[in-house]
């Protein structure tokens, strides 16, 4: 199993370790080249305008929207979340998500880096509550009706805050942060029915 990580800007190294930790192989993805035979790509947290700006610079922007858009196994955490996003509520207007994941986002909707913190998630659907790191994390502000919500936040919105549909997962936060793997090992279990 080869899983790509989108390698333009963002925590890269970090679900480096978590793929390996789970025995797959990892693709640092810069280029077409490198983006050509994976099964499955993580999309990391980051900065979204950046990441977008890099992956028209890279040529990238193509291949990956294609891939996104056809729903093809991939992990999107925190800024990754915001590019799988069918329609951005606060982005720029140079900025343009790949699509694929029907749900509406807002950029840093949870407050700027000083407004950074640590909870649990409610992901009865993953079997236990997530220790969950937000990061200037985006907020979910609508869902489609195609969208599973497999984590919200306590508390009186039960706001989702881990999304599915097809072989995409959006997630708000930092999952490979948190030291719990369950996330990354749903996209390899995703990645590995898509091949059979």
């Known amino acids: ?5 989108l390698a333009l800007q963002g925590d890269v190294r970090e679900h ?3 793929v390996r930790r789970l025995g797959a192989e990892v693709v640092e993805v810069r280029s077409r080249a490198s983006f ?18 890099l992956l028209d610079k890279s040529g990238l922007r193509p291949a990956v929207e294609e891939w996104t858009r056809s729903q093809r196994p991939t992990l999107g955490t925190c800024a990754g979340l915001v590019l799988l996003a069918n329609e951005v509520e606060d982005g720029r207007p140079d900025q343009h998500p790949l699509g694929g994941l029907d749900v509406v986002v807002r ?4 407050g700027r880096q000083r407004y950074s913190f640590e909870t649990t998630v409610a992901c009865d659907e ?5 220790d969950a790191v937000f990061i200037r994390a985006p907020r979910i502000t609508s869902v489609g009706h195609d ?10 919105d039960f706001e989702p805050v881990i999304v599915s549909q097809g072989g995409l997962i959006g997630c708000a936060f930092h999952p490979e942060l948190a030291g719990d793997d369950r996330l990354h090992g749903l996209l390899l279990e995703r990645a590995e029915a898509a091949l059979a």
């Open 16 to 18: 480096a370790v978590v």
């Open 107 to 110: 950029r840093n909707g949870h």
């Open 1 to 5: 199993m080869r899983v790509g990580v």
């Open 147 to 156: 969208v599973e919500v497999l984590g919200r936040l306590e508390g009186e």
């Open 126 to 130: 993953l079997g236990s509550p997530f």
């Open 36 to 53: 050509s035979d994976v099964d499955a790509l993580i999309l990391p947290g980051g900065e979204s305008t950046t990441m977008g700006l």
